[in-house]
């Protein structure tokens, strides 16, 4: 199916998960060093990268940073025992597609392998000029957004949310990202966010209290669900 890199020290974990991508029809290439795991991001045809932040040669954000320097799109994986809210703030802001905390199950990581799959396949479709998600169409070139082919109206920032949360789909993203991104870097606060999302749901979700489009992620940010 696809090609995992698993960059990871400890031995027991670098082997369950090979036995697990290995019954889901994965390719697996195991390392136990930052190095040698960049080595094959960067050069390799690697699909998807799981990564453990506690490794011997190279703290593992650095690892995501220098990977994200060679490719901005590889799908990165962070498979922790860290629990940290803040590691896992640091850990999207500088790219990673998702954070699974250990003990983990294998059931869910190849859920959350599969997912982060799609939405990067997903993401070659938003270089079109028009996204479309579940009752959700926006059209770029015209700047226009429908709900169920009825054109919903957004003010300028409203559209621009919108668009940096489906250009991200399956991603969450940080609040810090997503005002840099829309406002530049202070331009708003995360209580000024939260109004205008509120006010995005409203003319997009078809119940603004279910997320079934924009989830909160509680204390870091917001994700665009592929529906
Ligand atoms: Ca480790």
């Known amino acids: 199916m696809a090609e995992i890199l698993v960059?990871?020290?400890d031995k027991a974990i670098q082997n369950l998960l090979k036995i697990a991508l290995k019954q889901e029809n994965h390719d697996v290439i195991a390392v136990s060093s930052a190095h040698k795991g960049i080595d094959?991001?960067?050069?390799?045809?690697?699909?998807?990268?799981?990564?453990?932040?506690?490794?011997?040669?190279?703290?593992?954000?650095n690892v995501v940073k220098t990977i994200r320097e060679f490719n901005e799109k590889m799908p990165i994986i962070i498979v922790s025992a860290r629990g940290d809210e803040q590691e896992k703030i640091k850990c999207l802001d500088?790219?990673?597609?998702?954070?699974?905390e250990k003990p983990f199950s294998c059931a869910e990581l190849m859920a959350r392998i599969r997912a982060t799959l799609r939405y990067a396949a997903a993401g070659d479709?938003?270089?079109?000029?028009?996204?479309?998600?579940?009752?959700?169409?926006?059209?770029?070139?015209?700047?226009?957004?429908?709900v169920k082919d009825k054109e919903v109206h957004l003010t300028n920032l409203e559209y621009k949310l919108l668009c940096v949360l489906a250009h991200n789909v399956g991603k969450t993203l940080t609040q810090n990202y997503i005002i840099t991104k829309v406002w530049g870097a202070g331009g708003n606060d995360a209580n000024g966010l939260r109004v205008f999302m509120a006010s995005i749901r409203r003319k997009i979700e078809k119940?603004?209290?279910?997320?079934?489009?924009?989830?909160t992620e509680v204390g870091v940010g917001y994700r665009m669900n592929k529906v």
């Open 94 to 100: 500088a790219g990673v597609n998702d954070y699974v």
């Open 125 to 146: 479709i938003i270089q079109n000029a028009v996204f479309v998600n579940g009752d959700l169409k926006i059209d770029f070139s015209a700047h226009s957004v429908f």
């Open 207 to 215: 119940d603004p209290y279910t997320q079934e489009l924009i989830r």
């Open 40 to 61: 094959y991001a960067i050069k390799g045809t690697v699909d998807l990268v799981i990564l453990d932040l506690g490794l011997p040669d190279m703290d593992g954000i």
């Open 7 to 9: 960059i990871e020290d």
